[in-house]
């Protein structure tokens, strides 16, 4: 009885795990640098939604308010143009900053929004482990939950990032609860599954290639015997809930429902079509492979294994299975990174946009890592009488399988703030993509500036002046900076050399975003350099004479 209660909490365990790490090193991780207009949007549509107040007037004067409730940015700003993602993740994230942070005061300000992205992180943790278990074990599922947990950009960005982990969360949770519903016939899982898919629509409209997914598994597993009556009946209302989440959580839609919605698809449309972001190399035959190359590179080896064994095993169980269950994540795999592969359209800032992949990529380890446990001990079978030596070797072979994600393990904290720009030995790391020039080597979207700033409050002289070469002010908030440190975007004086400090993350391609001043800064030698496996991700420096090359 307690080894079962143990091997079936085990998902927990490792959700459980994963939130309270995330948990504890929350204040060691930057900002995303689009997550402060996220922030502010979040603030004013759950002001409008909890009091109906427009504004931040008749805030109490002891009330802890957070920096980005904004008076400059208030819902009537929202109400004039919110044509960008959607912002259910904002309100949600929002709401953790007014529990943890408002009201109670245990979490720092900008903590208490990112305690809402872990604990999404946690959740498609629990689930993608609970999926491989139901399905193939408990070994199955241990493995599943162990990829996921300890995949570098899913862990990295679970810290800072609004949009893709809690899309990722929704979206895994819309497949998990659907494939529940149809196997078990039931009409409340099939509504749990229109409620995540109308909060995944909330979050980016990623979701919408999700029938890609559902509808070819439907066909596999037999149309007729997926649909009852009741089941017929609850999807029915699966738009109209979805849908209704959608509109809800956003009121810059109520004015205007139609040519609002006609505005986020020519957004997306903007974002996504027709725009050729890497080097023509990556091309071929107007098929872009960069995608599917940044998938293979920035995965650990030990998940790109036991994946790619997952893989070849849903070929061969393609027949035998009833609920084609690998086939379901075998599409879910393949179309994310397929729709950002075809000709005419584009993908940026990495594979962070398509993350969905990586649940299904941690289910097919899981059911990789249970195949090939399987096969070996079914040739030991025939090879081993002993009873008790192969009890003892089948036990062995799960702890050597687990223990296969010690190196990774040990590698993420080594890595540590900086997870998401890891990549595998098949490039050489970080320092062979660099080397390559790969795109988007080093790229976090702003993570890197906290410790930047950490280390130039405990290093600058008392009234200095410090300025972003490219970055917004945004991406450092205030809050983080020493008090008499002069932070403005008018500080930098060029060959003048009046002594301000100059602070920039460094990675592929910076130089070209910033040409004339990356150029003249290149001129001046570095005080500080922020270094990941010996390459520079971040650097300072002190723009006066003593200081030129």
């Not at 143009?81 to 900008?110: C, M, V």
């Not at 999926?131 to 939950?145: K, R």
């Amino acid at each position: 009885m307690k080894k079962k209660i143990l091997t079936k909490g085990l998902p927990f365990l490792l959700a459980i795990i994963f939130f309270l790490v995330g948990l504890i090193t929350l204040s060691d991780y930057g900002i995303n640098w689009d997550e402060p207009d996220h922030f502010m949007r979040g603030q004013a549509y759950l002001r409008y939604f909890f009091t109906g107040k427009k504004d931040y007037q008749g805030l109490p004067r002891q009330f802890r308010r957070s920096i980005y409730q904004n008076d400059f940015y208030t819902l009537a700003n929202w109400y004039k143009d919110d044509s960008g993602h959607p912002p259910l993740g904002d309100i949600l994230a929002a709401t953790t900053n007014w529990i943890f942070y408002q009201k109670l005061g245990i979490l720092g300000d900008i903590e208490s929004y990112h305690l809402f992205e872990v604990l999404t992180g946690a959740i498609l943790v629990l689930v993608v482990s609970l999926f491989a278990q139901e399905t193939y074990g408990v070994f199955a599922g241990l493995i599943a939950g162990l990829s996921l947990a300890l995949y570098p950009l899913f862990l990295g960005e679970s810290h800072f990032n609004i949009k893709d982990p809690v899309e990722t969360c929704f979206f895994g949770l819309t497949i998990w609860s659907f494939w529940k519903a149809i196997k078990s016939q039931s009409p409340k899982w099939m509504i749990s599954s229109a409620i995540f898919c109308g909060m995944a629509l909330g979050v980016k409209f990623n979701i919408i290639f999700v029938p890609l997914i559902i509808l070819p598994w439907l066909f596999a597993r037999g149309i007729k015997r997926s649909f009852s009556k009741k089941i017929l009946k609850s999807l029915f209302f699966y738009p109209l809930v979805s849908f209704g989440i959608f509109f809800i959580s956003r009121p810059y839609f109520w004015s205007d429902p139609f040519n609002h919605t006609l505005e986020i698809i020519k957004y997306y449309q903007s974002i996504g079509l027709q725009q050729n972001f890497q080097p023509p190399n990556f091309y071929i035959l107007g098929f872009n492979t960069y995608p599917l190359q940044a998938v293979i590179f920035t995965t650990p080896l030990v998940i790109l294994f036991f994946s790619l064994i997952g893989i070849i095993a849903c070929f061969f169980l393609f027949k035998k299975e009833k609920e084609k269950t690998s086939f379901l994540w075998l599409l879910w795999l393949v179309v994310p990174i397929l729709r950002v592969t075809v000709p005419k359209t584009s993908i940026y800032g990495g594979v962070r946009q398509i993350m969905e992949y990586v649940p299904a990529m941690a289910l097919l380890a899981g059911l990789g890592a249970e195949s090939l446990r399987q096969f070996i001990m079914n040739n030991l079978q025939f090879r081993i009488k002993n009873r008790k030596k192969l009890y003892i070797l089948h036990y062995t072979f799960y702890i050597a399988l687990a223990l296969s994600f010690l190196p990774i393990a040990l590698k993420l904290i080594s890595l540590h703030p900086n997870e998401g720009l890891y990549f595998n030995p098949l490039i050489g790391g970080l320092k062979g993509a660099a080397e390559r020039n790969f795109p988007n080597w080093g790229l976090s979207l702003g993570n890197e500036y906290r410790q930047g700033i950490n280390w130039f409050n405990q290093n600058a002289p008392p009234q200095a002046n410090l300025t972003l070469a490219r970055g917004l002010l945004s991406n450092i908030p205030r809050i983080w900076i020493r008090e008499d440190i002069n932070f403005g975007d008018y500080y930098f004086s060029g060959p003048a050399g009046k002594g301000e400090y100059i602070m920039e993350l460094t990675h592929e391609g910076w130089e070209g975003w910033i040409p004339a001043k990356a150029k003249y800064l290149q001129t001046l030698k570095p005080i500080y350099q922020l270094k990941v496996e010996g390459v520079t991700v971040l650097t300072i420096w002190k723009n006066s004479p003593e200081m030129v090359k």
